[in-house]
């Protein structure tokens, strides 16, 4: 049950939300006048989604809380967990693992020593996904643009991504990938702002061990901080450390589970005669759920259906097309849409797409570098049509929400 958070989230909303969304652009102030009220804006954005996707949860409880298992078994000193047949996992002679990255469970471990297996993995997702747009909210303050245009994007990256459907799900494989967003947004933020490459190399190392995909966009902030913010080569060595921590933590957790530094967990999962996992055979069917996959229709009400293996980009968050309006001849612009090409690749050419899902989940982890891309296209202010597009986007995804709520997946 989640009644307790609902009415914790709602009631401290209800101071925030005055602030947050009555806000007007600020007369001049002092340097800490100004932080002081950029930190209370944080807050105030945190707690009101918090309340929002609180509420919109509802009271099922996620069975699929590997992460929560993982996080067991690591204060109990082995990586093996026990896993229930409904729970996807490897399994290598008596044990059982898991099939996702490990950060999530490393977050969670100081919770599951106070309350055990009995830690609800959704309150853990419900809590960072509202960090996740408190700290967009922060990523945008980075960039030219107006408060309101500032508020329509927050709100955006929220209530009209599949962002929110994940996070009110606490699954496995959405806390993944809202954990990913998490450290994702922070590694962006940073080098945004100060770039200092110790800290944006901790991150966005980190990051891989949320989703692996991550560790290939590493050489984008390398090229950001080297050619944009104009860091010298000697202090780039220092975005060093952090990727190193995440390659050790990959490779122990690998040779300890299965004897090797690549993580086989899929490989033992699927079938023996689908041993692929990539292939451009897989291209097609991956390039169509994120870009044509459509919702289907009949004369059963409520009459729009989404389709079980999911929906394109286009007709859950039509708003992204605003990334589009980033200036190519802007060398920030042009890194971080390679970052997001990169970082999409390997799910292009996955064996799945996805399957049960509202949405395309495989690309999550590319929504922070999308959001910086609106935010470097919107030139300022937003227009009527980038109104337009953002209020689509929050309508379709209010529908999945409640179309899942109440018929589930595929009707």
């Given at each position: 049950?989640?009644?307790?958070?609902?009415?914790?989230?709602?009631?401290?909303?209800?101071?925030?939300?005055?602030?947050?969304?009555?806000?007007?652009?600020?007369?001049?102030?002092?340097?800490?006048?100004?932080?002081?009220?950029?930190?209370?804006?944080?807050?105030?954005?945190?707690?009101?989604?918090?309340?929002?996707?609180?509420?919109?949860?509802?009271?099922?409880?996620?069975?699929?809380?590997?992460?929560?298992?993982?996080?067991?078994?690591?204060?109990?000193?082995?990586?093996?967990i026990?896993?229930?047949?409904?729970?996807?996992?490897?399994?290598?002679?008596?044990?059982?693992?898991?099939?996702h990255?490990?950060?999530?469970?490393?977050?969670?471990?100081?919770?599951?020593?106070?309350?055990?297996?009995?830690?609800?993995?959704?309150?853990?997702?419900?809590?960072?996904?509202?960090?996740?747009?408190?700290?967009?909210?922060?990523?945008?303050?980075?960039?030219?643009?107006?408060?309101?245009?500032?508020?329509?994007?927050?709100?955006?990256?929220?209530?009209?991504?599949?962002?929110?459907?994940?996070?009110?799900?606490?699954g496995?494989?959405?806390?993944?990938?809202?954990?990913?967003?998490?450290?994702?947004l922070?590694?962006?933020?940073?080098?945004?702002?100060?770039?200092?490459?110790?800290?944006?190399?901790?991150f966005?190392?980190?990051?891989g061990?949320?989703?692996y995909?991550?560790?290939?966009?590493?050489?984008?902030?390398?090229?950001?901080?080297?050619?944009?913010?104009?860091?010298?080569?000697?202090?780039?060595?220092?975005?060093?450390?952090?990727?190193?921590?995440?390659?050790?933590?990959?490779?122990?957790?690998?040779?300890?589970?299965?004897?090797?530094?690549?993580?086989?967990?899929?490989?033992?999962?699927?079938?023996?005669?689908?041993?692929?996992?990539?292939?451009?055979?897989?291209?097609?069917?991956?390039?169509?759920?994120?870009?044509f996959?459509?919702?289907?229709?009949?004369?059963?009400?409520?009459?729009?259906?989404?389709?079980?293996?999911?929906?394109?980009?286009?007709?859950?968050?039509p708003?992204?097309?605003?990334?589009?309006?980033?200036?190519?001849?802007?060398?920030?612009?042009?890194?971080?849409?390679?970052?997001?090409?990169?970082?999409?690749?390997?799910?292009?050419?996955?064996?799945?797409?996805?399957?049960?899902?509202?949405?395309?989940?495989?690309?999550?982890?590319?929504?922070?570098?999308?959001?910086?891309?609106?935010?470097?296209?919107?030139?300022?202010?937003?227009?009527?049509?980038?109104?337009?597009?953002?209020?689509?986007?929050?309508?379709?995804?209010?529908?999945?929400?409640?179309?899942?709520?109440f018929?589930?997946?595929?009707?």
């Amino acid at each position: 049950m989640l009644t307790r958070i609902d009415y914790i989230s709602a009631i401290v909303a209800l101071g925030a939300l005055p602030y947050s969304f009555m806000l007007a652009d600020p007369a001049p102030m002092t340097e800490e006048a100004i932080k002081r009220d950029e930190l209370l804006s944080q807050f105030a954005v945190f707690v009101v989604f918090l309340a929002f996707y609180s509420i919109t949860a509802g009271s099922d409880i996620s069975p699929y809380d590997v992460h929560v298992r993982q996080a067991f078994a690591f204060i109990h000193g082995h990586t093996y967990i026990d896993a229930p047949n409904y729970i996807e996992h490897a399994q290598v002679g008596p044990y059982s693992y898991q099939l996702h990255p490990s950060l999530p469970a490393f977050l969670l471990m100081p919770f599951v020593a106070i309350w055990g297996m009995s830690t609800n993995q959704n309150y853990f997702s419900i809590v960072v996904g509202a960090l996740d747009i408190a700290l967009a909210w922060r990523l945008l303050g980075r960039f030219r643009v107006t408060l309101n245009a500032r508020k329509w994007l927050t709100v955006f990256f929220g209530a009209g991504t599949i962002i929110w459907y994940e996070t009110i799900n606490g699954g496995s494989w959405g806390v993944s990938m809202v954990v990913a967003i998490l450290v994702t947004l922070i590694a962006l933020d940073e080098a945004f702002d100060k770039g200092r490459p110790a800290v944006v190399g901790f991150f966005a190392g980190i990051a891989g061990l949320a989703c692996y995909d991550l560790v290939f966009v590493w050489p984008v902030y390398l090229a950001l901080l080297l050619f944009w913010r104009r860091r010298s080569i000697r202090e780039l060595f220092w975005f060093i450390p952090g990727c190193a921590l995440t390659v050790m933590a990959y490779v122990t957790f690998n040779l300890v589970r299965y004897h090797s530094p690549f993580d086989r967990g899929v490989t033992y999962y699927m079938p023996k005669d689908q041993q692929t996992l990539f292939a451009f055979r897989f291209f097609p069917g991956n390039f169509f759920t994120v870009f044509f996959m459509a919702p289907g229709l009949d004369g059963n009400f409520p009459y729009i259906h989404p389709t079980f293996g999911g929906q394109s980009i286009l007709t859950t968050s039509p708003a992204f097309l605003l990334a589009l309006k980033a200036s190519c001849r802007r060398i920030e612009a042009v890194l971080i849409a390679l970052g997001t090409l990169i970082v999409v690749t390997p799910s292009l050419f996955y064996v799945g797409n996805g399957c049960a899902q509202f949405g395309t989940r495989h690309y999550l982890q590319a929504f922070p570098f999308l959001l910086v891309l609106m935010a470097l296209g919107v030139h300022r202010r937003l227009d009527q049509m980038s109104r337009i597009l953002i209020t689509a986007s929050v309508f379709m995804i209010t529908w999945g929400v409640w179309y899942v709520r109440f018929w589930g997946l595929g009707g």
